[in-house]
């Protein structure tokens, strides 16, 4: 059973740093990407940053310069660390993950809250 964990998120006033971190366990395949998607109240789901296994990343235009994405292939951990906040990145962050083994899985974390106060 793979499961993700986030950790990291809080209140922060605007200009600040946050840092979430995920770890995921129970798989016995390497992530083929790790993501974060974040969930503001009355929208949908966005890609906020995702990574593959060879380290190539992809950004939202709205946290470019501002968010780096990172990831640990050996702890099956990875962290968003997310500077210069602003109120609209008031979200839950979740961690996401796929493994690609004939098909495609994909799991979610719980979600972790980040409130940015102006």
């Known amino acids: 059973q793979v499961q993700l964990v986030e950790s990291g998120g809080g209140l922060v006033q605007a200009g600040g740093s946050l840092r979430l971190s995920c770890v995921a366990s129970g798989s016995i395949f390497t992530f083929n990407t790790m993501a974060w998607y974040r969930q503001a109240p009355g929208k949908q789901r966005e890609l906020v940053a995702a990574?593959?296994?060879?380290?190539?990343?992809n950004y939202a235009d709205s946290v470019k310069g501002r968010f780096t994405i990172s990831r640990d292939n050996a702890k099956n951990t990875v962290n968003l660390q997310m500077n210069s906040l602003k109120p609209e990145d008031t979200a839950v962050y979740y961690c996401?993950?796929?493994?690609?083994?004939?098909?495609?899985?994909?799991?979610w974390g719980q979600g972790t809250q980040v409130t940015v106060s102006s």
């Open positions: 996401n993950a796929q493994v690609a083994v004939i098909r495609t899985y994909t799991y």
């Open positions: 990574i593959t296994n060879g380290g190539s990343t």
